[in-house]
């Protein structure tokens, strides 16, 4: 098992070796991190409350849409993609390939992550001078949420990308989900400000809680008054988010095994002969 | 079973609703064998090596490969399984040399001891002929190299029994020579198994000792090639020019017309030329036969012994 492990983890990194030699790649990771240095430019002088810049309440929500961008939206797109050019089924022609290759796909995830997070903070720390209202226990606590929310978000990436069978619409609609699960989070206006059928959605899922935590650990304590409910609730956060991670990571290996078995090669020639007919 | 079985077959069947793909076929392979599956398009020959590489869970049947169910064989099992699919267009952005490194470990946990271990790169490479490729990416390959390509994969773990999916499409003739010397030198110093199926006909009786043809779900002849033309019953082919013209027999047993022919006092034979019943005549009556009983009376009739013929 540990063999598999190692043998994924390499696979993983030179897997993104690969991407970061890629220009389409580099270019969508550029521009990302190109907008979050604009955002938060053009908010650099602006007060929340006061003492409280308003990129202290944007960053924590540019984390959590890097977040669900990267694991959710990201992962998906890679395993639609590879399943449908046969890498999945090569995979299962090899001994131990399928854990080798979900091991690589994760460890792929996470270097993409750690190359969207460090950049972000360097650019946040750059545009406002250092100061990210940042304690060690902020840190400690944002890393610790960071890591959770990967767990908990990276199975999900994992149930949607084979779940869904056609790459180009996981690659228009999950663009459009992306988007739609960080409105009804509360990570482009506050929650308590949208209406309320949305909020309901939005505190049933973990990009919510995500984004308290994140916020909390960047805020004064005393701005717990502008959150839903009206105050850090550290503690339900971690647990709502730790309960997302077990029933993903529970369900997770089972999906992506049964697709697996599913899966053909007269299956991938099917697919192969409708794609060529649509272009 | 049998100890010597690599593969055993019972009969197989496969519906797909009310579609039957495969219907009670029944097959054997020994250790070190070659046998080559033929048939036309949608006779179940892709479904028969995918129930056999354990991608597909078959209606009905016994399927015991390498003394395991397939379909439920774990990971040792399958280190000792080659496959090479039809049409892969995975890991494209990979360099050849690190994709066969990374699938080459995988089988080192495996490896028996005493046993030579999965392929080195380099080796590997030089005996599919892809040498000069190792650092090319895979999408760069021609067609033909990423068959190649494929076929080494197929090959990384030194599989005790190969499957081979139409592995010479795009192959130009001198790949195709040497993939052929490839299977050879396989069964013959590593006893490897080899299950393949192809359309090239002339390929099949080059490296195949026995032969396989499945229409509509049936194996309908096993053998090798002369078993196969004997079975129908077809002639040989004899030519020879005597006194300047040329002349073309048919006969069914040849040995006994050429002794015949070469007693003639008379004549002077030269030229003389025997032509063994083609495999794709054989496979064209086998296949018409089964398809109806119309098309098998009149591709019976049409082969009946020529008369000489004067250039």
Known sequence: MTIALRAGIRRGLTEFGISLRTPADVLFIVFGLVIVGVVLWLNRDAEAAPGAPLAWFILPSILTIQLLFVTAYGLATVIVTEREDGTLLRARSLPTGLPVYSVGVTARTLAELVCTFVPTLAIAAAVLGGALGLDALGLATVLAMLVLGTVALLPFGFVIGTVFRNPRSVGGWGFLAVGAVAFASGLIQPLATLPAWVQPIGLALPLFWIGHVLRGAFLPAELGTLEFGGGWHFGLAFAIVAAWAIVGLVLAPHLLRRIARRETASAIELRRQAALQRI | ?311
């Open chain 2, 1 to 311: 079973m049998d100890a010597d079985a690599v593969v055993e077959v019972r009969g197989l069947r496969m519906t797909y609703g009310a579609r039957t793909v495969l219907d009670g076929v029944d097959l054997r392979l020994d250790r070190g064998e070659v046998v080559a599956l033929l048939g036309p398009n949608g006779a179940g020959k892709t479904t028969t090596i995918e129930v056999l590489e354990g991608f597909r869970q078959p209606t009905a049947g016994e399927v015991v490969v390498l003394g395991e169910d397939p379909s439920r064989a774990g990971d040792a099992w399958r280190a000792k399984v080659g496959v090479v699919l039809q049409s892969w267009r995975d890991h494209a952005r990979w360099p050849v040399g690190q994709l066969l490194e990374q699938f080459a470990a995988l089988y080192r946990p495996f490896a028996v001891a005493g046993g030579q271990g999965p392929y080195g790169v380099d080796e590997l490479l030089e005996l599919v002929g892809l040498a000069d490729r190792r650092r090319a990416l895979v999408r760069s390959l021609s067609g033909g190299q990423r068959r190649r390509l494929d076929v080494a994969i197929g090959l990384v773990g030194r599989p005790e029994l190969l499957f081979l999916d139409e592995p010479t499409t795009g192959f130009d003739p001198v790949a195709r020579h040497e993939f052929h010397e490839l299977i050879h030198a396989l069964s013959d110093f590593d006893d490897t198994t080899v299950l393949l199926t192809t359309h090239d006909l002339a390929e099949a009786e080059k490296i195949a000792g026995r032969i396989l043809i499945l229409d509509e779900g049936r194996i309908v002849a096993n053998g090798s090639a002369a078993e196969l033309a004997r079975a129908m019953a077809h002639s040989s082919e004899v030519t020879w020019r005597e006194d300047g013209v040329r002349h073309v027999h048919s006969a069914a047993e040849p040995e006994a017309f050429v002794r015949e022919l070469l007693t003639r006092r008379e004549v002077e034979v030269t030229e003389l030329q025997v032509r063994a019943q083609t495999l794709e005549a054989t496979y064209l009556a086998m296949v018409a036969r089964h398809e109806t009983a119309a098309t098998a009376a009149a591709s019976a009739s049409d082969r009946r012994p020529t008369n000489e013929e004067a250039r």
